[in-house]
């Protein structure tokens, strides 16, 4: 039974691990492919069950200064451009900052237009309020993918396991407590570009690579806003 047992866990890591790595392209995929289908859907007239949304939508932000046409065309190309961009993994910083613009967009007529989306049985929501809020799903996956494409955001794996002990000096997170800030960036440049494996690097110096990956992002977070500041003092 205990053979048995650490089988399936050798199994469930496994399996953790290829989430972990895969998982965020994959949503990135998904959200890319819906983004692109719903969009593609809207040029043309009464395919698109969102047309009539988008139209009191924008009819009632524009103070009906925007046609009718016009903004179901511009939403189109708006979804269709975060779709492709998404898909294609470019310009990923202006797609993450146009689904931002856009999510809020999609639940605007939650506020707008709540007299029409639960006008069911009971305040029930109708077929077009159920669209709208399906929408939340969509909204949490944007805030994933944009965690994972700015500032060197990832999904890390602590290898360390439950009730498995600690390296020696190393604190609960995996961070060796004698480690200064100077030694922790020769850790991360080491093994940056690829020059040597992350795992090799982590196991070499007793941290774990959620550690590892920690001191990533504030090295690149802390270069980035060192640059900002030295580009704007001239």
Not at 25 to 33: D, E, Y
Request: with cysteine; glycine share 12%; aromatic share 8%.
């Amino acid at each position: 039974m205990a053979s048995l047992s650490g089988a399936f866990t050798q199994i469930e890591n496994k399996l953790h691990g290829v989430l972990v790595h895969h998982s965020i392209a994959l949503l990135r995929v998904a959200v890319g492919a819906v983004f692109l289908g719903f969009g593609v859907l809207k040029f043309f007239p009464g395919v698109s069950p969102a047309e009539d949304l988008v139209v009191w939508t924008t009819d009632i932000l524009s103070f009906g200064l925007v046609p009718g046409g016009v903004a179901i065309v511009a939403v189109a190309i708006l979804e269709c451009f975060i779709g492709v961009c998404l898909l294609a993994q470019r310009w990923m910083r202006l797609a993450v900052w146009l689904l931002a613009i856009q999510l809020i967009g999609i639940l605007a007529p939650l506020v707008l237009l709540t007299s029409r989306l639960f006008s069911g049985p009971s305040d029930a929501p109708t077929l077009a309020g159920q669209y709208v809020l399906k929408d939340f799903v969509l909204v949490a996956a944007g805030m994933v993918i944009a965690a994972g494409a700015f500032r060197g955001g990832r999904l890390v794996r602590d290898e360390t396991q439950p009730g498995e002990p600690q390296p020696q000096g190393a604190s609960a997170s995996g961070e060796p407590a004698s480690l200064d800030a100077s030694r922790k960036l020769q850790i991360v440049l080491s093994a940056t570009g690829g020059a040597r494996p992350v795992p090799e690097v982590c196991a070499e110096h007793g941290i774990s690579q959620a550690a590892y990956y920690t001191w990533r992002g504030a090295t690149i977070h802390g270069a980035t806003r060192a640059l900002d500041e030295r580009t704007s003092s001239g």
